[in-house]
T-cell receptor, first 112, second 114 residues
Framework: GQQVMQIPQYQHVQEGEDFTTYCNSSTTLSNIQWYKQRPGGHPVFLIQLVKSGEVKKQKRLTFQFGEAKKNSSLHITATQTTDVGTYFCTMYSGGGADGLTFGKGTHLIIQP | DGGITQSPKYLFRKEGQNVTLSCEQNLNHDAMYWYRQDPGQGLRLIYYSQIVNDFQKGDIAEGYSVSREKKESFPLTVTSAQKNPTAFYLC?????????????FGEGSRLTVL
């Protein structure tokens, strides 16, 4: 089956520094979604990428989908304390809910 | 306000007991899902349902059961056959078939087996 690798598992940054998390799949994807989960909370949808090479921006967040549709990244510019949480990618290879695989997440810890 | 409601938020269970977690949505979504989250792990799919009176097993269905008698409701029963039930359980729904649309999550139910 599909394997998803998300790195790093933990990232400590000083407030104001940039942050990037990466997801890689062993298979070509139909789409990728990104979610954020605050400590003690539930995952909240951020964005979905569908097209090869797609780049989308949400304020300080930049999302990219690789040309081969096997990898993706989330980049946060100038982190703020409100960015604290775990960022998950979910990779979809088709075939219904069975084809949706969550990465293990990257825990972002911000030091003021 | 539309959303997904899970209850209870916290639940303690003795070994050998079955327990049922509630999930209700008023988003008029056809698809509903149950995920399990363990520390340091991604979400793993337990069961999903795309239509009333129909559901499919996910990756870790053993020891769990579900029903979908109404569009709005998708309860999960954690049975005594589940060997390691302590976890955070998340219910979700989506407009479209899983993987092709945004997942809306409930606030979760944290189950602890004593």
């Amino acid at each position: 089956g599909q394997q998803v690798m998300q790195i790093p598992q933990y990232q400590h940054v000083q407030e104001g520094e940039d942050f990037t998390t990466y997801c890689n799949s062993s298979t070509t994807l139909s789409n990728i979604q990104w979610y954020k989960q605050r400590p003690g909370g539930h995952p909240v949808f951020l964005i979905q990428l569908v097209k090869s090479g797609e780049v989308k921006k949400q304020k300080r967040l930049t999302f990219q989908f690789g040309e081969a549709k096997k990898n993706s990244s989330l980049h946060i510019t100038a982190t703020q304390t409100t960015d604290v949480g775990t960022y998950f990618c979910t990779m979809y290879s088709g075939g219904g809910a069975d084809g949706l695989t969550f990465g293990k997440g990257t825990h972002l810890i911000i030091q003021p | 306000d539309g959303g997904i409601t899970q209850s209870p938020k916290y639940l303690f269970r003795k070994e050998g007991q079955n327990v049922t977690l509630s999930c209700e949505q008023n988003l008029n979504h056809d698809a509903m899902y149950w995920y399990r989250q363990d520390p340091g792990q991604g979400l793993r799919l337990i069961y999903y349902s795309q239509i009333v009176n129909d559901f499919q097993k996910g990756d870790i269905a053993e020891g769990y059961s579900v029903s979908r008698e109404k569009k709005e409701s998708f309860p999960l029963t954690v049975t005594s056959a589940q060997k390691n039930p302590t976890a955070f359980y998340l219910c979700a729904s989506s407009i479209m078939e899983g993987g092709t649309g945004e997942l809306f999550f409930g606030e979760g139910s944290r189950l602890t087996v004593l």
